[in-house]
Structures are given as C-alpha cells and as structure tokens.
C-alpha cells in the first residue's frame, strides 16, 4: 500500500466487522486475511532496500494486537512458505502416481 495509515486503519475497521466497519465485537474472531508474498523488504531501483508486503503485515498484525488485545492471524501464500512446499509436494506425489501408473 502507498499510504500505510489509512490502509491500517481501514484494515482493521474491516477485519474486526460490524455496521460501520469497525463497530464489530473486538473478541479474537476475525475475517480471514492472506498475503501473497511476505517479504519484509524489496530491492528496486532505490539504491537502498524498500519496505515489502511482510512489512505490512508486520505492522497490522501489531495494530491489530494493540486495538483489540488479541492476535491477527494472517495466512502467508507465495514465496516460500510451509503452505507453498506442502502444496507442491501434493501436487508432485500425484504427478508421480500416474508416472507409475503409465509404465506398469
């Protein structure tokens, strides 16, 4: 996100529910949140590294954890991650399934 404050605030509004936004029960419940890369930093064209999603992330999950006392848990898919290997080793074992299966 370009303006980070107003992205939190929104965030959490969201995540936390109610009508308005924000207005939910502050109980350890929320909305499912993902991130698809949880870099902390990237390099650019910037001589110096830039802050990334994971950065973020980071951030929310602290905000998050102040306002409502209970932790924002946030599901990591992209670079990898456990998700990401489990998901290719499922997906490797049944490629090599019908490998087999063809030769015999």
Excluded: M
């Excluded at 965030?11 to 890369?37: C, E, K, M, Q, R």
């Excluded at 954890?65 to 932790?71: M, N, Q, T, Y």
Aim: proline share 7%; hydrophobic share 40%.
């Amino acid at each position: 996100p370009l303006d980070w404050a107003i992205e939190a605030q929104v965030l959490t509004d969201v995540l936390i529910g109610g009508s308005p936004p924000g207005a939910g029960n502050s109980d350890s419940t929320h909305v499912p949140i993902y991130i698809s890369n949880p870099d902390f930093t990237f390099a650019g064209e910037y001589p110096f590294t830039r802050f990334a999603a994971g950065a973020f992330a980071d951030i929310l999950r602290l905000l998050f954890e102040k306002r409502f006392g209970s932790e924002l848990k946030i599901k990591e898919y992209g670079k990898p991650t456990t998700e990401t290997f489990q998901y290719a080793e499922r997906l490797l074992k049944g490629q090599w399934k019908n490998v087999i299966d063809r030769i015999h």
